[in-house]
Nanobody, 128 residues
Framework: QVQLVESGGGWVQAGGSLRLSCADSGRSFSMYDMGWFRQAPGKEREFVATISRIEGSTYYAPSVKGRFTISRDNAKNTLYLQMNSQKPEDTAVYYC?????????????????????WGQGTQVTVSS
């Protein structure tokens, strides 16, 4: 059973930084590819970043590449998203998610439908 709980959201000025965490209370965190998504008001949920379960390889949306860093600590069952140089357009509810199906070490899960478990979300607001 996977239960994901995000934390670390809040308010930040443009150019600032925040680090989100996503803790899994289950015992199989290392068996999942993990991802971060975000959803702004009136918009669809969009992919932000993903990290693989085996190699820890990462893949980012173009809008955040070079500013955000996804990482995981399998010993702590925790996923992270370090967000630097934030912009007002980063304002959204951020969700972490876990994908159970395995398509290979270098397959990147970027679609909402590919993820099986979701956290409740944490609000990030970036002011200009």
């Amino acid at each position: 059973q996977v239960q994901l709980v995000e934390s670390g959201g809040g308010w930040v000025q443009a150019g600032g930084s925040l680090r989100l965490s996503c803790a899994d209370s289950g015992r199989s965190f290392s068996m999942y590819d993990m991802g971060w998504f975000r959803q702004a008001p009136g918009k669809e949920r969009e992919f932000v970043a993903t990290i693989s379960r085996i190699e820890g390889s990462t893949y980012y949306a173009p809008s955040v590449k070079g500013r955000f860093t996804i990482s995981r600590d399998n010993a702590k069952n925790t996923l992270y998203l370090q967000m630097n140089s934030q912009k007002p357009e980063d304002t959204a509810v951020y969700y972490c998610a876990a994908a159970s199906r395995f398509h290979g070490s270098y397959y990147y899960y970027t679609e909402v439908r590919e993820y099986d478990y979701w956290g409740q979300g944490t609000q990030v607001t970036v002011s200009s």
